[in-house]
C-alpha cells in the first residue's frame, strides 16, 4: 500500500471515529458508489462528456444500483449495520467527506439534494430484489 493509499484510511478511521454515526465501511463504500456511478453514466452518455461530478439524486441511484449489486437482497441490512436508514444519509456521509476535505463539491451541491430521493424499504425490499435474481436465465451463461 502506498503512503497516500494509508495517508487515505487513516483519514477516513479518523473520521469514523469522530463520526460515531456511521461505520468506516460506509464512507469507503460511498467512495466505490461514487464510481460506480460515475461509470455508468459515462456508458449511459456515451456522447456527452461526463466529468467526476455527478449530483445528490444521480448518485443515490448509483448507490442503490451499487448496493444491490454488491449485496443483494441482504443491502438494506448491511446499510442499516453501517448506520444508513435514509437516502438522507448518503448526503450527510457525502458532506462529512466534503468537510474534512476528502471528497469535493460545486456550489450547486446541497445536502438537502439527498433528502427522499427513494423509499429504503421500497427499493431494497429483499423480497423484490430475490425475486429479480431468480429471473436471471442462468443458462445463457
Not at 44 to 55: A, N, Y
Not at 71 to 90: C, E, Q
Not at 132 to 137: A, G, I, R
Request: aromatic share 12%; net charge negative.
Amino acid at each position: 500500500m502506498t503512503e497516500d493509499t494509508s495517508s487515505f484510511f487513516d483519514e477516513i478511521d479518523e473520521l469514523a471515529r469522530a463520526h460515531a454515526r456511521f461505520r468506516r465501511e460506509a464512507y469507503l463504500f460511498i467512495y466505490s458508489a461514487l464510481d460506480h456511478t460515475v461509470r455508468s453514466l459515462k456508458r449511459d452518455r456515451s456522447d456527452e462528456t461526463v466529468g467526476r461530478h455527478v449530483c445528490g439524486q444521480e448518485l443515490c441511484l448509483g448507490i442503490a444500483e451499487y448496493g444491490r449489486a454488491q449485496f443483494g437482497p441482504l443491502v438494506r441490512s448491511v446499510f442499516h449495520h453501517w448506520g444508513i436508514h435514509t437516502t438522507a444519509d448518503f448526503g450527510d456521509i457525502v458532506f462529512t467527506l466534503v468537510d474534512h476535505g476528502l471528497m469535493s463539491k460545486t456550489e450547486e451541491d446541497r445536502s438537502e439534494d439527498f433528502a427522499g430521493v427513494y423509499d429504503f424499504d421500497e427499493v431494497f425490499d429483499p423480497r423484490k430484489i430475490q425475486s429479480d435474481l431468480q429471473e436471471l436465465d442462468l443458462e445463457a451463461f
